[in-house]
């Protein structure tokens, strides 16, 4: 689906930044300035973890209509454990947790399936389930007791495949799809619950980088253009520092710290969460080893440098072990023209020569 879609097929969900729209039939939204104050789920004083050791305490934050928000911090330390006990899928230890205004202990499993959808990275037991049927499945809050599909269910399900770009995974056996595949139907499966709010645990783990780019630019229209509030923990956290619009960060000291990606960095959480050995590039917005013992490199060009040769010539400079400074560095790298460099005396005429002579001479 392409951003501006909504007002040519109806989405699978509720239009939740616009909460006049019915289910079905969603016009043109601007979710950014409606959702504000549009509070989907939210937590008090949350205490989550195991009964003989609390992974995260005081945890107090909100996702709101038409927000994506995003969960990072360092291996086992307690992203899928918030994860699932947002969804109920774990115990609380203390603190509460609201759904829309009501607290998550109150709704039924059927009232809590059809408000809020969670995907795992456990790899389903799919048997001999087709695409299809999986992504059906999605519609077990909504059906009746012997679980038929109507008009309605199958208009849902054909919706979330094609939103997803699975409609092609739907008559294939589930057993016999890539990793990647797989994702891809459990998404849509979610979206078949028609929730107000989506969960997805490391969603981009099993994904190309084309594929990662293709699901960030569908939870953007997800909750942009469609209103859903989307939290999703992640490793790839560079991609999402450029696009989501909230990040909340688990810090090594067990603390949850949330807002917007620039504040996130401008208070210095995301040089915290790495070990010594690591740093943050504000400059960049990448994660890199620590760069502050490097010699330093200057980097001139004419005023008609392409700035891909630019760019490259930096990386490249980089990658053999030198800081870029924009003044008093201990060297200077003059770019001349595509396919020569000048260092000192020496003009070089690849990329490759540059990079060996530069780390010949530190």
């Known amino acids: 689906m392409e951003p501006g879609s909504c007002c040519h097929s109806t989405p699978p969900w509720p239009c939740s930044a616009r909460p006049s729209c019915s289910t079905f039939s969603c016009g043109s939204t601007a979710p950014a300035e409606a959702s504000v ?17 609390a992974v995260l305490s005081d945890v107090n934050v909100t996702l709101h209509a038409g927000e994506l928000a995003c969960l990072i911090g360092a291996n086992g330390i307690g992203k899928s454990t918030l994860m699932r006990t947002l969804a109920r899928a774990q115990p609380r230890l203390a603190g509460r947790i609201d759904l829309r205004g009501r607290p998550i202990t109150d709704l039924s499993p059927r009232e809590l399936a059809a408000e809020l959808a969670i995907v795992l990275t456990d790899r389903v037991a799919a048997g001999q389930l087709r695409g299809y049927d999986l992504v059906a499945l999605g519609r077990a809050p909504h059906t009746g007791w012997f679980g038929r599909l109507d008009d ?10 094609d939103t997803t770009d699975a409609g092609h995974l739907a008559g294939r056996p589930v057993s016999e799809l890539s990793d990647g595949e797989r994702q891809r139907l459990m998404i849509a499966r979610a979206l078949a619950q028609q929730p107000s709010v989506l969960l997805l645990d490391e969603p981009t783990a099993f994904l190309d980088v084309a594929a990662r780019l293709q699901l960030i630019k569908l939870l953007l229209s997800l909750t942009h253009e469609h209103g859903l509030a989307v939290l999703m923990s992640t490793h790839d956290v560079e991609h999402m520092l450029r696009h989501a619009d909230s990040v909340w960060l688990i810090t090594p000291e067990h603390e949850l710290a949330s807002g917007a990606p620039e504040e996130i960095g401008l208070a210095g959480h995301l040089e915290h969460m790495l070990n010594d050995a690591a740093a943050f590039d504000p400059r960049t917005g990448t994660f890199t080893w620590d760069t502050r013992h490097l010699a330093t490199a200057r980097i001139t060009a004419p005023h008609d440098c392409p700035a891909d040769l630019l760019a490259w010539t930096s990386r490249a400079v980089e990658r053999a072990g030198y800081r870029i400074r924009e003044h008093h560095a201990d060297i200077t790298v003059e770019v001349r023209s595509p396919g020569r460099w000048l260092v000192g ?18």
């Open 37 to 53: 104050s549009d509070v989907r789920l939210a937590t008090t004083d949350l205490t989550v973890g195991y009964r003989r050791r």
């Open 152 to 161: 309605t269910d199958r208009r849902v399900i054909e919706q979330a495949l």
């Open 345 to 362: 005396p020496h003009e070089l005429g690849s990329v490759a020569t540059l990079v060996s002579y530069l780390r010949d001479g530190r």
